[in-house]
C-alpha cells in the first residue's frame, strides 16, 4: 500500500452508499451515475455524480491529515516571520463547510471556481457539493506554451485571493482547471 493512500485512509463502501442514497434524495433522483476520480488527492475522496456535481467525501482522518498539513504550514508561516492563517478543522463537516464558503468568497471577488451548491453531514462524514465542469484540462494537462500564456492570469487571480485574506491552500498543477480558455482554482 503507498504511504499515500495508508494516510489518507478511504472511504467504506456502506458509508459511500449511505452518501449516494443522500444526494439521490437531496436532488430528487431516483437513479445516479457516480464516478470515482483518480485524484492525487490527500484530503477528500472525490466523485462526480451524473456529470453535474462534483463531490467530496471528507472522513475524520482526512481532518487529521489537514490538522498535520495545517500546522505545518503555520510554523512555515511564522518562521518567515508572518502569521500562520491557515484553520484546521474539527470535522469532516467543518471541513466541508469551510470549503463551501472559501469558494463561495472567491466567486464573489470574481475569480472563476465551481459553483458551490452546499455542504452537509452524513454519518460523521463531512460531504461538499460543487457544480462539476465536464469539459476541462488540468494545468498539469497542458503544453509550456499554453501554460506560460495562461501565468500571468493565475498570478493575477492568486494575487485578488491574498489580497482578500484567502489562500488556495492546495495549489498544484491539477488543481488549477482551464475551461473554455478560463482558469478555474
Known amino acids: 500500500m503507498e ?17 449516494a442514497r443522500e444526494l439521490a434524495d437531496r436532488y430528487d433522483r431516483d437513479e445516479m451515475r457516480v464516478r470515482f476520480l483518480d485524484a ?13 456535481l462534483f463531490v467530496k467525501v471528507i472522513t475524520r482522518q482526512n481532518t487529521l491529515v489537514h490538522a498535520l498539513f495545517t500546522t505545518g504550514r503555520n510554523l512555515g508561516a511564522f518562521s518567515a516571520g ?31 471556481a465551481p459553483e458551490p451548491v452546499e455542504a452537509f453531514e452524513v454519518d460523521g462524514l463531512g460531504v461538499l457539493v460543487l457544480e ?10 497542458l503544453d ?5 500564456r495562461l501565468a500571468p492570469d493565475l ?25 473554455d480558455g478560463e482558469l478555474y482554482v
Do not use: C
Open 155 to 179: 498570478f493575477a487571480t492568486l494575487r485578488t485571493v491574498h489580497d482578500a485574506g484567502l489562500a488556495h491552500g492546495d495549489l498544484r498543477a491539477e488543481n488549477v482547471l482551464v475551461a
Open 3 to 19: 504511504f499515500r493512500q495508508l494516510v489518507r485512509g478511504r472511504v467504506d463502501w456502506p458509508d459511500i452508499e449511505r452518501v
Open 82 to 112: 508572518t502569521e500562520g492563517f491557515f484553520e484546521r478543522h474539527e470535522t469532516p463537516y467543518e471541513m466541508a463547510r469551510h470549503e463551501l464558503e472559501a469558494t463561495r468568497r472567491v466567486r464573489e471577488l470574481g475569480v472563476n
Open 144 to 148: 509550456a506554451e499554453t501554460v506560460a
Open 40 to 52: 492525487d488527492n490527500w484530503l477528500s475522496t472525490p466523485m462526480v455524480v451524473d456529470d453535474d
Open 132 to 141: 462539476y465542469l465536464p469539459e476541462f484540462r488540468t494545468l498539469g494537462e
